[in-house]
Each structure stands twice: as structure tokens, then as C-alpha cells.
């Protein structure tokens, strides 16, 4: 985790397959805890536009492999697109899952769900990847 401003850090995220979504909840439980603040929202922001972010079960593995089975056929890498890249389909899903996520930190911990996780969610890997975390009071 590396300081990149008042209480916002780079989180680097290593994926290890082309689709994948990397639990990240406890980088992001401690960039909370090093900022020091109590109450307030951690802003988490992806700067790829192949991968995005999501909130869903950490109880079951198999919920992850059936999001990455579903979106994959929701949305098939191969499908005659333009874009010369060969990674349209990684663009499209990262815009149905999105950027950003605003979380509630209270106690000095994020306030998740018993069954919650944060994940990264990767559509064109493997890379090495990165996202920005900031803490904010309130």
C-alpha cells in the first residue's frame, strides 16, 4: 500500500487469469484503520477501464465463479467486435460492474454485511493492477 495523498493510498492487485475477482476487503479494512478516521466513507476507485469493482458473497467461492460464468456468457469474449484490441468484451463488462464504490467506515472499520466482500473484478488479465482508496471524515 503506497500514500499517494491525505488519507488515499494505491492498493496494487495482482490477478492471475484473464476473468477473475480478487477479494480486496482487507487492503481496503486497513487503508481505513491507517487513516485514522473513525466515521465517515471510503471512496474506492479503479483506474482501468477492463476491470471495475463489486460487493457481493464471501461465503461461497461458488458465487464468484458463477458471476465470472454468467458474465462471460452475458457478454462472450469473442462476439465479432471492433475494437482492434481483442478486449471489447473486458470494456463492456467493466462498465456494467462499474469504477467506483463509496462504503460506510464507522468504528474505524468498513460496514459490510455479514456475508460481504469488496472485489476487484478483473476482464483482462493476468496484470498487475491497482486501486486508489480515500477516507474521508464525516
Request: proline share 5%; with cysteine; glycine share 10%.
Amino acid at each position: 500500500m503506497a500514500k499517494k495523498g491525505p488519507n488515499t493510498v494505491e492498493l496494487p492487485v495482482k490477478t492471475t487469469s484473464r476473468i477473475s475477482l480478487v477479494n480486496i476487503t482487507s487492503g481496503l479494512q486497513d487503508a481505513v484503520r491507517v487513516s485514522g478516521i473513525a466515521s465517515g466513507i471510503c471512496m474506492v476507485f479503479c483506474p482501468h477501464t477492463t476491470a471495475g469493482l463489486t460487493i457481493n458473497e464471501n461465503a461461497d467461492p461458488d458465487v464468484v465463479r458463477d458471476i465470472i460464468m454468467k458474465t462471460s456468457k452475458m457478454v462472450p469474449e469473442d462476439e465479432g467486435y471492433k475494437h482492434s484490441e481483442g478486449n471489447s468484451d473486458a470494456h463492456i463488462k467493466s462498465t456494467l460492474f462499474g469504477p467506483s464504490l463509496q462504503l460506510i467506515v464507522e468504528n474505524g472499520g468498513l460496514l459490510l454485511g455479514t456475508w460481504q466482500s469488496v472485489y476487484f473484478c478483473e476482464f483482462d488479465g493476468p496484470r498487475s493492477r491497482r486501486v486508489y482508496v480515500k477516507v474521508f471524515e464525516g
